[in-house]
């Protein structure tokens, strides 16, 4: 599941999916602006089948808040 | 409906090469909310349509600037076609919140001052630029602060937005260069719930969702596509299946479904919806593999058929394959094949129709005749920006063209086709699990049958237990599917010597894919090896079996006495295209 995490997020910000890891954030990805946050938030809720609350949204700063959202939500990411 | 997910067409749009097209145009987008998105979608489905172009997008909430400076960015790109795209929020501010915090009068006058603004603006815009304008009008909420008192309400929160779309509607009606898109009825075919969401709004300003972002694009293409003159003009049909169910060639006028019972209604229905649209100019041309009586018979004289004779431009309703009559149809009509649409339920015959012409809009019909009108009513390409009083003429100008013409027939190459088609014949002895399909097709064949002999289970039950005859069956599969047994052949070996066919026939389901000739290459090689001098064949004419008539003689049977005959140890090839498989 971390794979299809990190090959959605490599997918829209059109990075490398090695150069992706739990630190990545909108300061070390240039592509990662605001409205491809909301575009990734978006294809996470349908991908996932969950919805993040704008609590949870305004809290995302990186990957690893992500997958912290997600296991959360009882979405488990095995590496 | 599907479509793909935002961030598809932004990735595609990136690996979108410089080409260069046949048309191009320019279009700008200038909206009052968050179109991120936009110009990407438009970009992708535009190169998917051979359209390339420059797209402007105007900056967020800048449409009055836009509008009203006379040296904008807007005007000096030069559109072709300008969208705007505004909202309720934003062109009814606080009321869009708090509508009963004034009168009903204030609201009408508050509407009137909204509306003259816009109306001001568009004026503007017309006098500046040469570029058509496209005006989304506003989506009228489902929801009220009033509940479900509103519609008791005099000039209330929704009527007033019903009203300022009515006035944009009329102010602009007989102009030519405004066209208003229906984005509330767009709205209402998605859902409120899918087209609006609240985090995104709250976040970006984003108000329409970013899934529905290639929806909206698609409706906006139809504009482009119109604009460009790319508009559809001609609706090919296939008939048995397609205008109604079942093959009139075996099921027979009575037979075939066309209303009277849910399967029948929906071919009723489809042709309903054809009929509106042959109202409205777009002509009707038929396709078919049919013997011309039999389907002629239905079109003039079903009680239940919607389409008669003269709504149809041309018919080709014959033996040549569908491709060339498509051709044809394109030169009697006289018009490019990227003006047609193609409707058949076979997935063959449309495969077949996108390889060989892929100009023509070959339309992915369900293998649900329930969805037959729903999908016509879906199709956008028929979408022009004007409808006149002489498009719903052509018809009739179109017949009497027909009527000059004379039926032909062209045999067009098929052998890559159906080498395409990974063509696979099993042939089968029959037993338990065949017999009743056997009995059944020689019961029910007609067109493709040379003797038409019929057989109950019982007489094939007897046939195959006796020595003197051989009875078996085909089974065709090819790379869309089973075809399930659509053949079968009955061999009389009473002569060591001299073998007869008894019966060969073969579903129209499988015809014109050279299924019969691996049949009979198998029963040739069958008879070599077992020291047969000759094998007898007999074509016997009914009203039906026309089509097949030179079958035999075109297989190298040669005429003796009253009968046909052939010399087994003559090789006979087996076509290129099949792989026969023996169980």
């Known amino acids: 599941m971390s794979k299809k995490l990190y090959t959605l997020i490599g997918r829209i910000m059109d990075v490398p999916v090695t150069e992706l890891n739990d630190n990545s954030s909108p300061e070390t990805i240039p592509s990662w602006d605001s409205f491809n946050s909301y575009l990734l938030l978006d294809e996470l809720e349908s991908e996932f089948q969950t919805e993040f609350s704008i609590d949870e949204v305004v809290e995302t700063k990186n990957i690893a808040d992500i997958k912290k959202h997600l296991k959360n939500h009882g979405i488990i990411l095995d590496d | 409906m599907s479509n793909g997910k935002l961030s598809y067409f932004m990735n595609k749009s990136k690996s979108l090469k410089d080409r260069n097209f046949d048309k191009t145009i320019k279009i700008a987008l200038l909206s009052s909310y968050t179109i991120n998105g936009f110009y990407e979608t438009l970009k992708v489905k535009m190169s998917e349509h051979q359209i390339g172009g420059n ?100 000039y209330g929160f929704h009527s007033m937005i019903s009203d300022f779309n009515k006035r944009l509607e009329v102010e602009f009606m007989k102009n030519d260069s405004v066209y208003i898109f229906n984005f509330n009825q767009f709205v209402s075919k998605y859902g409120n719930d899918n087209i609006f969401n609240i985090k995104q709004f709250l976040f970006g300003d984003i108000k329409i969702s970013l899934d529905y972002i290639p929806f909206l694009a698609d409706e906006f293409l139809n504009y482009i596509l119109a604009s460009l003159g790319l508009s559809k003009r001609c609706i090919v049909l296939d008939l048995d299946n397609t205008l109604w169910g079942g093959v009139v060639g075996e099921d027979g006028f009575d037979g075939i479904q066309l209303g009277s019972n849910p399967q029948g209604n929906a071919y009723v229905e489809f042709q309903k919806h054809l009929l509106a649209l042959n109202q409205r100019g777009i002509l009707l041309a038929i396709n078919s593999k049919n013997n011309l009586e039999d389907a002629l018979k239905v079109i003039d004289d079903h009680p239940n058929m919607i389409l008669r004779r003269n709504n149809f431009s041309c018919l080709k309703i014959n033996w040549s394959d569908k491709v060339s009559n498509m051709k044809e149809i394109s030169q009697e009509l006289n018009f490019g094949l990227d003006n047609f649409v193609f409707f058949d339920d076979d997935p063959v015959n449309r495969e077949f129709m996108k390889s060989s012409l892929p100009q023509v809009h070959t339309v992915n019909l ?27 003429e052509r018809n009739q100008m179109y017949l009497e063209q027909q009527n000059r013409k004379e039926l032909q027939n062209n045999v067009v190459d098929l052998d890559d086709f159906l080498k395409q088609l990974e063509l696979k ?25 040379l003797t038409t002999k019929r057989y109950q289970e019982e007489d094939i039950e007897k046939l195959a237990k006796d020595k003197d005859f051989f009875v078996g069956c085909a089974q065709v599969v090819d790379k869309f599917g089973d075809n399930g047994i659509t053949s079968v052949y009955i061999i009389n070996k009473q002569n060591k010597k001299e073998w007869i066919i008894d019966t060969f026939l073969l579903s129209c389901r499988v015809m014109g894919r050279e299924i019969e000739k691996a049949i009979l290459s198998h029963i040739i090689s069958d008879a070599k090896n077992n020291d047969v001098d000759k094998i007898y064949a007999n074509y016997i004419p009914t009203q039906k079996n026309k089509p097949i008539e030179n079958f035999l003689s075109n297989c190298g049977f040669k005429h003796e006495n009253d009968s046909w005959v052939i010399i087994p140890k003559d090789d006979f090839k087996l076509p290129d295209c099949i792989k026969l498989i023996e169980e």
């Open chain 2, 425 to 449: 014949v099993s042939l089968k002895l029959a037993n338990e699990f065949t017999i009743p399909r056997i009995s059944q097709l020689t019961m029910k064949t007609n067109q493709f049958n």
């Open chain 2, 55 to 154: 797209i402007y997008v105007g900056a967020y909430n800048q449409y009055n600037q836009e509008i009203l400076k006379d040296d904008s960015e807007l005007y000096n790109f030069k559109p072709n076609l300008t969208f705007l795209m505004i909202d309720t929020r934003t062109i009814l501010g606080e009321i869009f919140y708090s509508p009963y915090s004034i009168s009903a009068e204030e609201r009408k006058k508050n509407i009137e001052k909204k509306f003259l603004e816009l109306k001001n603006l568009i004026n503007i815009f017309l006098n500046k630029s040469n570029s058509k304008l496209i005006i989304t009008n506003l989506h009228v909420p489902t929801y009220s602060p009033y509940g479900l008192y509103e519609t008791k309400t005099e």
């Open chain 2, 366 to 392: 369900s293998k649900d005749p329930s969805q037959y009108s729903i999908i016509l009513q879906n199709l956008k390409e028929f979408d022009t920006l004007k409808i006149t009083k002489e498009d719903s």
